[in-house]
T-cell receptor, first 115, second 110 residues
Framework: EAEVAQSPRYKITEKSQAVAFWCDPI?????LYWYRQILGQGPELLVQ????????DSQLPKDRFSAERLKGVDSTLKIQPAELGDSAMYLC?????????????FGPGTRLTVL | GQQVMQIPQYQHVQEGEDFTTYCNSS?????IQWYKQRPGGHPVFLIQ?????EVKKQKRLTFQFGEAKKNSSLHITATQTTDVGTYFC??????????FGTGTSLTVIP
C-alpha cells in the first residue's frame, strides 16, 4: 500500500539554527498538507498545496517558516531560525483530489526538539 | 476564530463498555472527517460524512453528522483494547479552511 514518506523522523536542533523537513506524498496525489501537532493537541494546518501552488498558508508563521513544492510532487518545510516553541511533531499529508478537502493520508511525521 | 471542540478530552472505560466523543464547530463545516491516532502514531482516516443528518456505521463504530453541519459524534459499542487512541474530528469550513478538533483520548482498561 502506498504511503506518505517523511524525513528525518527525528530532529534535535539548537535555537536559532535552521531546520528542514522533507515529504514525499502518495504518487498522483494533487494536494499536500503540512501540519504542526503539539503534544496533547490536534494537528494545526500550516500550509496546503494544490499541485505546486499554495492554496492556504494563513497559519504559517511566515517570518521564520517557508514551504515549497516546486514540481508539484515532493515538498520541503523549512524553519529559520528555530525557536524553543517550535518543538512539535510536523506531519505531512496528501489527498488525491483538488478542490474540497477529502481523505488525507498522513506520513509518520518528524519529531522536532529545539534546545 | 474558528474552533472545533471535542468532549470529553479524556475517557477511561472498562473493556466492553461503550464510548462516545462529541465534536462541536463554531461554524458550519462542508464535511466532517474522523481520524484515529494511536499513541506515538500519526492520524489515520476513519470516515467522512457529507450530508446533514448523515449516519454511517463501521462495525462497532457509529458516526453522525448534525443537522446544522456544526456538530458530530462518534460512538463505539463494546470497546476493545485495540480501540485505544485519540479520536479527532476534522473538516473544512465553507471557505475551505481545514480544522482539526481538540481530540478525545480513549483508554480501555482490560
Amino acid at each position: 500500500e502506498a504511503e506518505v514518506a517523511q524525513s528525518p523522523r527525528y530532529k534535535i536542533t539548537e535555537k536559532s539554527q535552521a531546520v528542514a523537513f522533507w515529504c514525499d506524498p502518495i504518487s498522483g496525489h494533487a494536494t499536500l498538507y503540512w501540519y504542526r501537532q503539539i503534544l496533547g493537541q490536534g494537528p494545526e494546518l500550516l500550509v496546503q498545496f494544490q499541485d505546486e501552488s499554495v492554496v492556504d498558508d494563513s497559519q504559517l508563521p511566515k517570518d521564520r517558516f517557508s514551504a515549497e513544492r516546486l514540481k508539484g510532487v515532493d515538498s520541503t518545510l523549512k524553519i529559520q531560525p528555530a525557536e524553543l516553541g517550535d518543538s512539535a511533531m510536523y506531519l505531512c499529508a496528501s489527498s488525491l483530489h483538488r478542490g474540497l478537502i477529502d481523505t488525507q493520508y498522513f506520513g509518520p511525521g518528524t519529531r522536532l526538539t529545539v534546545l | 476564530g474558528q474552533q472545533v471542540m471535542q468532549i470529553p478530552q479524556y475517557q477511561h472505560v472498562q473493556e466492553g463498555e461503550d464510548f462516545t466523543t462529541y465534536c462541536n464547530s463554531s461554524t458550519t463545516l462542508s464535511n466532517i472527517q474522523w481520524y484515529k491516532q494511536r499513541p506515538g502514531g500519526h492520524p489515520v482516516f476513519l470516515i467522512q460524512l457529507v450530508k446533514s443528518g448523515e449516519v454511517k456505521k463501521q462495525k462497532r463504530l457509529t458516526f453522525q453528522f448534525g443537522e446544522a453541519k456544526k456538530n458530530s459524534s462518534l460512538h463505539i459499542t463494546a470497546t476493545q483494547t485495540t480501540d485505544v487512541g485519540t479520536y479527532f474530528c476534522a473538516g473544512p469550513d465553507t471557505g475551505n479552511q481545514f480544522y482539526f478538533g481538540t481530540g478525545t483520548s480513549l483508554t480501555v482498561i482490560p
